[in-house]
């Protein structure tokens, strides 16, 4: 039998600050561009978890199915708008670090449609959900959401 260390068990405090800092920043910018920011970035970190509980979410918050599906291939998808398609731009030159900083022409897109405030925290927020990605693959961790029982 596998044990799954818990961190909300092992580290309460530094989680229960973790988990502050996260829906501060999930509240800064629009609810729609965040859950789409939140499952690119967990498909390309193949979190499991994390793709289960915001496809879950964003469906609450009325996203389609559709917008859903193509983010993996969100480059070639017609469905996202400019300020969308920047914010994902980002969210890919950010989470792929460790594949070669070629971040420039994503972070001119971000420049174009975002104040340096929204950039700030569209930043922000990629690192909160790469960070939770990695807790997550690295913990085997599973969280069922009410949202994702009810799909």
Not at 40 to 55: F, G, K, P, Q, V
Not at 68 to 84: F, K, N, S
Request: glycine share 4%.
């Amino acid at each position: 039998m596998t044990v799954v260390t818990d961190p909300f068990a092992a580290a309460p405090q530094l989680m229960k600050q973790w988990m502050g800092v996260s829906l501060a920043v999930q509240d800064s910018l629009e609810p729609s561009l965040i859950e789409l920011v939140k499952i690119r970035a967990s498909i390309l970190n193949a979190c499991a978890n994390c793709i289960n509980m915001h496809t879950a979410e964003a469906r609450a918050k009325g996203e389609t199915e559709q917008r859903i599906y193509l983010l993996a291939a969100w480059h070639e998808a017609p469905v996202y708008t400019p300020r969308e398609r920047a914010a994902l731009a980002w969210t890919d030159a950010l989470t792929r670090l460790s594949e070669g900083h070629t971040q420039q022409a994503a972070k001119d897109g971000i420049e174009a449609h975002f104040t340096a405030e929204e950039q700030v925290k569209l930043t922000l927020m990629i690192n909160i959900i790469n960070g939770w990605n990695r807790l997550a693959v690295g913990f085997d961790l599973w969280f069922e959401q009410p949202a994702a029982q009810a799909a």
